[in-house]
Protein backbone atom coordinates (compact mmCIF):
# COMPACT_ATOMS: atom_id res chain seq x y z
CA UNK A 1 0.00 0.00 0.00
CA UNK A 2 1.72 3.73 -1.35
CA UNK A 3 0.67 6.56 0.78
CA UNK A 4 1.06 9.80 -0.98
CA UNK A 5 1.40 12.64 0.13
CA UNK A 6 2.26 16.74 0.00
CA UNK A 7 6.36 17.46 0.45
CA UNK A 8 6.68 19.16 3.39
CA UNK A 9 9.22 22.14 3.60
CA UNK A 10 10.55 20.95 0.15
CA UNK A 11 13.73 23.26 -0.25
CA UNK A 12 15.24 22.33 2.83
CA UNK A 13 18.54 20.43 2.05
CA UNK A 14 19.21 16.99 3.40
CA UNK A 15 21.92 14.95 2.96
CA UNK A 16 20.91 11.15 3.48
CA UNK A 17 23.76 9.71 5.55
CA UNK A 18 22.71 6.19 5.56
CA UNK A 19 21.54 4.26 2.61
CA UNK A 20 22.78 1.13 1.21
CA UNK A 21 23.36 -0.07 -2.73
CA UNK A 22 23.24 -4.32 -3.71
CA UNK A 23 21.87 -6.65 -5.69
CA UNK A 24 19.94 -9.85 -3.37
CA UNK A 25 18.75 -11.37 -6.02
CA UNK A 26 20.78 -14.14 -6.33
CA UNK A 27 21.07 -14.28 -2.51
CA UNK A 28 17.05 -13.99 -1.30
CA UNK A 29 15.78 -17.60 -2.46
CA UNK A 30 18.80 -19.50 -0.47
CA UNK A 31 17.29 -18.21 2.60
CA UNK A 32 16.07 -20.70 4.42
CA UNK A 33 11.42 -20.91 4.50
CA UNK A 34 9.89 -19.93 6.55
CA UNK A 35 11.25 -16.80 5.73
CA UNK A 36 12.18 -14.15 8.20
CA UNK A 37 10.69 -10.63 8.53
CA UNK A 38 13.99 -9.08 7.09
CA UNK A 39 14.25 -10.65 4.15
CA UNK A 40 10.63 -9.97 3.39
CA UNK A 41 11.08 -6.88 3.66
CA UNK A 42 14.10 -6.68 1.67
CA UNK A 43 12.25 -8.58 -0.88
CA UNK A 44 10.88 -6.07 -2.80
CA UNK A 45 14.13 -4.05 -2.80
CA UNK A 46 16.66 -6.75 -3.47
CA UNK A 47 18.41 -5.10 -6.34
CA UNK A 48 19.12 -1.32 -5.25
CA UNK A 49 21.71 0.76 -7.10
CA UNK A 50 22.23 3.83 -8.60
CA UNK A 51 18.90 4.10 -10.56
CA UNK A 52 16.72 3.57 -7.98
CA UNK A 53 18.49 5.86 -5.86
CA UNK A 54 18.23 8.79 -8.24
CA UNK A 55 14.62 8.21 -8.16
CA UNK A 56 14.07 7.52 -3.93
CA UNK A 57 16.20 10.92 -3.46
CA UNK A 58 14.85 13.01 -6.54
CA UNK A 59 10.76 11.88 -5.19
CA UNK A 60 10.10 15.44 -3.95
CA UNK A 61 12.26 16.19 -0.91
CA UNK A 62 15.55 18.43 -2.06
CA UNK A 63 18.35 15.68 -0.75
CA UNK A 64 21.72 17.18 -2.18
CA UNK A 65 23.86 14.27 -1.17
CA UNK A 66 24.63 10.89 0.48
CA UNK A 67 26.69 8.71 2.38
CA UNK A 68 27.22 4.96 1.56
CA UNK A 69 26.97 2.55 4.78
CA UNK A 70 28.52 -0.99 3.73
CA UNK A 71 26.27 -3.87 3.42
CA UNK A 72 28.33 -6.60 2.82
CA UNK A 73 27.45 -5.83 -1.42
CA UNK A 74 29.82 -6.24 -4.02
CA UNK A 75 32.50 -7.87 -2.93
CA UNK A 76 35.49 -8.89 -5.02
CA UNK A 77 35.57 -12.76 -4.87
CA UNK A 78 39.17 -12.60 -6.30
CA UNK A 79 40.48 -11.26 -3.17
CA UNK A 80 41.71 -12.86 0.35
CA UNK A 81 38.65 -12.80 2.79
CA UNK A 82 40.05 -9.70 4.45
CA UNK A 83 40.43 -7.97 1.62
CA UNK A 84 37.30 -9.08 -0.58
CA UNK A 85 35.54 -5.32 1.39
CA UNK A 86 37.48 -3.28 -1.06
CA UNK A 87 35.33 -4.93 -3.95
CA UNK A 88 32.03 -3.11 -2.27
CA UNK A 89 34.15 0.46 -2.10
CA UNK A 90 35.79 0.19 -5.37
CA UNK A 91 31.94 -0.22 -6.57
CA UNK A 92 30.32 2.51 -4.75
CA UNK A 93 32.92 4.97 -5.47
CA UNK A 94 32.46 4.11 -9.30
CA UNK A 95 28.18 4.99 -8.48
CA UNK A 96 29.72 8.60 -6.92
CA UNK A 97 31.47 9.29 -9.79
CA UNK A 98 28.64 8.80 -11.83
CA UNK A 99 26.98 11.10 -9.95
CA UNK A 100 29.88 13.78 -9.46
CA UNK A 101 29.76 14.11 -13.71
CA UNK A 102 27.21 16.56 -13.28
CA UNK A 103 24.73 15.13 -15.58
CA UNK A 104 22.48 14.76 -12.36
CA UNK A 105 22.91 18.46 -11.45
CA UNK A 106 24.31 19.34 -7.86
CA UNK A 107 23.18 16.12 -6.50
CA UNK A 108 26.19 13.97 -5.21
CA UNK A 109 25.50 10.62 -4.60
CA UNK A 110 27.89 8.90 -1.57
CA UNK A 111 29.78 11.58 -1.72
CA UNK A 112 31.38 9.54 1.29
CA UNK A 113 31.21 5.94 1.77
CA UNK A 114 31.41 3.79 5.07
CA UNK A 115 33.10 0.42 3.82
CA UNK A 116 33.89 -2.63 6.19
CA UNK A 117 37.10 -3.84 7.17
CA UNK A 118 37.43 -7.02 10.14
CA UNK A 119 38.51 -5.24 13.28
CA UNK A 120 39.20 -8.77 14.77
CA UNK A 121 42.35 -8.60 12.92
CA UNK A 122 44.06 -6.53 15.35
CA UNK A 123 46.79 -4.99 13.44
CA UNK A 124 46.74 -6.75 10.58
CA UNK A 125 43.45 -4.42 9.54
CA UNK A 126 45.88 -2.05 8.55
CA UNK A 127 46.75 -2.96 5.46
CA UNK A 128 43.05 -3.40 4.77
CA UNK A 129 41.88 -0.08 5.82
CA UNK A 130 44.72 1.39 3.80
CA UNK A 131 43.11 -0.61 0.44
CA UNK A 132 40.17 1.16 1.15
CA UNK A 133 41.36 4.50 1.08
CA UNK A 134 42.97 3.72 -2.18
CA UNK A 135 39.92 2.94 -3.77
CA UNK A 136 37.81 5.31 -1.95
CA UNK A 137 39.77 7.61 -4.07
CA UNK A 138 39.14 10.56 -1.01
CA UNK A 139 35.63 9.64 -0.66
CA UNK A 140 36.28 6.50 1.87
CA UNK A 141 35.58 8.17 5.59
CA UNK A 142 35.22 5.42 7.70
CA UNK A 143 34.11 1.55 8.29
CA UNK A 144 31.03 -0.33 10.06
CA UNK A 145 31.62 -3.35 11.56
CA UNK A 146 28.27 -4.33 13.00
CA UNK A 147 28.07 -6.35 16.15
CA UNK A 148 24.26 -7.12 16.29
CA UNK A 149 23.37 -9.92 18.78
CA UNK A 150 20.64 -11.85 20.60
CA UNK A 151 20.06 -15.21 22.23
CA UNK A 152 16.58 -15.49 20.30
CA UNK A 153 18.32 -16.18 16.95
CA UNK A 154 14.33 -15.32 15.40
CA UNK A 155 15.66 -12.09 16.30
CA UNK A 156 18.02 -11.33 13.47
CA UNK A 157 17.77 -14.26 11.43
CA UNK A 158 20.32 -16.17 8.63
CA UNK A 159 22.13 -12.82 7.39
CA UNK A 160 23.66 -11.71 10.87
CA UNK A 161 26.60 -13.14 12.15
CA UNK A 162 28.06 -11.11 14.87
CA UNK A 163 29.17 -12.96 18.06
CA UNK A 164 28.46 -11.95 21.39
CA UNK A 165 30.36 -9.09 22.88
CA UNK A 166 32.07 -8.51 19.89
CA UNK A 167 32.92 -4.72 20.73
CA UNK A 168 34.12 -5.85 24.64
CA UNK A 169 36.57 -8.62 22.77
CA UNK A 170 40.29 -8.74 23.40
CA UNK A 171 40.44 -8.93 19.56
CA UNK A 172 38.25 -6.41 18.45
CA UNK A 173 39.42 -3.77 20.57
CA UNK A 174 43.03 -4.42 19.30
CA UNK A 175 41.79 -3.53 15.99
CA UNK A 176 40.28 -1.33 16.88
CA UNK A 177 42.98 0.66 18.39
CA UNK A 178 44.69 0.12 15.63
CA UNK A 179 42.00 1.68 12.90
CA UNK A 180 42.15 5.07 15.59
CA UNK A 181 45.22 6.19 13.98
CA UNK A 182 43.38 7.05 11.29
CA UNK A 183 41.11 9.63 12.49
CA UNK A 184 38.32 7.84 10.24
CA UNK A 185 34.69 7.28 11.46
CA UNK A 186 33.24 4.46 12.94
CA UNK A 187 29.79 3.10 12.91
CA UNK A 188 28.66 1.05 15.64
CA UNK A 189 25.23 -1.26 14.70
CA UNK A 190 23.97 -3.22 17.32
CA UNK A 191 20.44 -3.90 18.99
CA UNK A 192 18.76 -2.20 22.16
CA UNK A 193 20.10 -4.78 24.91
CA UNK A 194 23.65 -4.51 23.86
CA UNK A 195 23.60 -0.80 24.24
CA UNK A 196 26.13 -1.01 27.37
CA UNK A 197 28.80 -2.23 24.78
CA UNK A 198 28.98 1.32 22.60
CA UNK A 199 29.04 3.14 26.53
CA UNK A 200 31.71 1.10 27.31
CA UNK A 201 33.71 1.03 23.88
CA UNK A 202 33.11 4.67 23.58
CA UNK A 203 34.50 5.74 26.78
CA UNK A 204 37.74 3.29 26.23
CA UNK A 205 38.52 5.56 23.03
CA UNK A 206 37.82 8.83 23.72
CA UNK A 207 39.26 10.61 20.48
CA UNK A 208 37.48 7.92 18.25
CA UNK A 209 34.66 9.64 16.32
CA UNK A 210 31.73 7.00 16.67
CA UNK A 211 27.98 7.17 15.01
CA UNK A 212 25.34 5.15 16.82
CA UNK A 213 23.07 3.96 13.57
CA UNK A 214 19.16 3.64 14.10
CA UNK A 215 18.97 5.54 17.46
CA UNK A 216 19.88 1.78 19.42
CA UNK A 217 17.74 -0.52 17.75
CA UNK A 218 14.69 -0.32 19.63
CA UNK A 219 13.18 -4.15 19.07
CA UNK A 220 9.63 -5.19 18.36
CA UNK A 221 9.74 -8.54 16.64
CA UNK A 222 10.03 -12.12 17.60
CA UNK A 223 10.55 -12.29 21.48
CA UNK A 224 10.42 -8.56 22.07
CA UNK A 225 7.43 -8.05 20.27
CA UNK A 226 4.89 -6.03 22.22
CA UNK A 227 7.69 -5.02 24.42
CA UNK A 228 8.36 -1.98 23.05
CA UNK A 229 6.69 0.03 26.24
CA UNK A 230 8.80 -2.80 28.80
CA UNK A 231 12.12 -1.48 27.50
CA UNK A 232 11.44 2.26 26.46
CA UNK A 233 13.72 3.19 29.93
CA UNK A 234 16.73 0.63 29.74
CA UNK A 235 16.90 2.18 26.58
CA UNK A 236 16.76 5.96 27.46
CA UNK A 237 18.85 5.59 30.25
CA UNK A 238 21.58 4.23 27.66
CA UNK A 239 21.21 6.44 25.33
CA UNK A 240 21.28 9.49 28.15
CA UNK A 241 24.95 7.40 28.96
CA UNK A 242 26.20 7.49 25.93
CA UNK A 243 25.29 10.52 24.98
CA UNK A 244 27.60 11.73 27.60
CA UNK A 245 30.32 10.52 25.50
CA UNK A 246 31.79 13.76 23.48
CA UNK A 247 33.03 11.57 20.52
CA UNK A 248 29.47 9.64 19.90
CA UNK A 249 26.91 11.11 17.48
CA UNK A 250 23.48 9.43 16.62
CA UNK A 251 21.55 8.64 13.99
CA UNK A 252 17.85 9.13 13.81
CA UNK A 253 16.09 6.76 11.53
CA UNK A 254 16.30 2.67 11.05
CA UNK A 255 13.02 2.62 13.09
CA UNK A 256 10.95 1.67 10.00
CA UNK A 257 13.10 -1.79 10.07
CA UNK A 258 11.11 -5.00 10.66
CA UNK A 259 13.43 -5.21 13.42
CA UNK A 260 12.05 -2.37 15.32
CA UNK A 261 8.32 -2.60 14.28
CA UNK A 262 7.01 0.65 14.00
CA UNK A 263 4.81 0.11 12.54
CA UNK A 264 3.97 -3.54 12.79
CA UNK A 265 2.35 -4.45 9.98
CA UNK A 266 5.08 -2.94 7.52
CA UNK A 267 4.11 -2.35 3.94
CA UNK A 268 1.04 -3.12 4.02
CA UNK A 269 0.04 -0.51 6.77
CA UNK A 270 0.96 2.56 4.50
CA UNK A 271 0.99 4.74 7.36
CA UNK A 272 1.08 8.64 6.76
CA UNK A 273 4.13 11.08 8.11
CA UNK A 274 1.62 12.10 10.94
CA UNK A 275 1.00 8.39 12.14
CA UNK A 276 4.85 7.69 11.64
CA UNK A 277 5.68 11.11 14.18
CA UNK A 278 3.49 9.68 16.64
CA UNK A 279 5.15 6.09 16.37
CA UNK A 280 8.97 7.46 16.37
CA UNK A 281 8.24 10.49 18.36
CA UNK A 282 9.36 8.94 21.87
CA UNK A 283 12.81 7.80 19.74
CA UNK A 284 14.04 10.83 18.00
CA UNK A 285 12.70 13.42 20.45
CA UNK A 286 14.72 11.73 23.53
CA UNK A 287 18.08 11.36 20.79
CA UNK A 288 17.90 14.81 19.99
CA UNK A 289 17.54 16.23 23.56
CA UNK A 290 20.30 13.51 24.78
CA UNK A 291 22.85 14.62 21.82
CA UNK A 292 21.71 17.46 20.59
CA UNK A 293 21.24 18.80 16.80
CA UNK A 294 24.81 18.81 16.42
CA UNK A 295 25.09 15.62 17.30
CA UNK A 296 22.46 13.84 15.49
CA UNK A 297 21.33 13.40 12.07
CA UNK A 298 18.32 12.18 10.51
CA UNK A 299 19.00 8.92 8.47
CA UNK A 300 16.67 7.13 5.44
CA UNK A 301 18.44 3.35 6.15
CA UNK A 302 17.32 3.16 2.38
CA UNK A 303 15.80 0.38 1.13
CA UNK A 304 15.19 -1.68 4.56
CA UNK A 305 12.86 1.40 5.94
CA UNK A 306 10.95 0.87 3.12
CA UNK A 307 9.77 -1.54 5.66
CA UNK A 308 7.53 0.74 6.81
CA UNK A 309 7.49 4.27 5.25
CA UNK A 310 8.18 5.25 1.40
CA UNK A 311 11.27 7.82 0.68
CA UNK A 312 9.03 10.71 0.69
CA UNK A 313 6.79 9.81 4.03
CA UNK A 314 9.95 8.97 5.71
CA UNK A 315 11.41 12.43 5.19
CA UNK A 316 8.24 14.48 5.89
CA UNK A 317 7.95 12.28 9.34
CA UNK A 318 11.05 14.17 10.06
CA UNK A 319 10.06 17.40 8.97
CA UNK A 320 6.64 17.33 11.43
CA UNK A 321 9.42 16.17 14.10
CA UNK A 322 11.85 18.85 13.90
CA UNK A 323 9.41 21.36 13.46
CA UNK A 324 9.75 22.86 17.03
CA UNK A 325 13.81 23.18 15.79
CA UNK A 326 14.80 26.26 14.55
CA UNK A 327 16.13 27.00 11.59
CA UNK A 328 19.73 26.43 12.54
CA UNK A 329 18.88 23.30 14.43
CA UNK A 330 17.29 21.97 11.36
CA UNK A 331 20.09 22.50 9.03
CA UNK A 332 22.61 20.73 11.43
CA UNK A 333 19.90 17.81 11.61
CA UNK A 334 19.00 17.07 7.96
CA UNK A 335 22.63 17.76 6.58
CA UNK A 336 25.17 20.13 8.43
CA UNK A 337 25.86 17.15 11.12
CA UNK A 338 26.47 14.46 8.54
CA UNK A 339 28.38 16.99 6.14
CA UNK A 340 30.68 17.51 8.99
CA UNK A 341 31.06 14.10 10.78
CA UNK A 342 31.42 12.59 7.43
CA UNK A 343 33.30 15.40 5.85
CA UNK A 344 31.82 16.66 2.78
CA UNK A 345 31.17 20.13 3.72
CA UNK A 346 31.35 20.56 -0.30
CA UNK A 347 27.80 19.18 -0.58
CA UNK A 348 26.10 21.99 0.92
CA UNK A 349 25.04 24.32 -1.06
CA UNK A 350 25.95 27.79 -0.30
CA UNK A 351 24.22 29.99 2.70
Partial sequence: MTTTEEILEPGLPIIDPHHHLWDLRPLVPSFPEPRHDFIEAIAGADYYTFDALHADTHSGHNVVGTVFMECGAFYDASRDDAMKPVGEVEFVNGVAAQGASGLYGDYRPCAAIVGHADL?????????????????????????????????????????????????SDAFRAGFAAYAGYGLTFDAWLLEPQLADVLDLARAFPEQQIVLDH?????????????????????????????????????????????????????????????????????????????????????????????????????????????????????????????????????????
Fill in 120 to 168: TLGDAVKPVVEALLAAGNGRFKGIRHAAAWDADPEVLGPPFHAPEGLYG
Fill in 215 to 351: CGTPLNIASYRGKLNNNFERWRGNIRAIAECPNVAVKLGGLAMAFCGMPEEGPDKGCSSEELAGQWGPYITECIEAFGPDRAMFESNYPVDRWGASYPVLWNTFKRLASGHSDDEKRALFAGTAARIYDIEHVLPAA
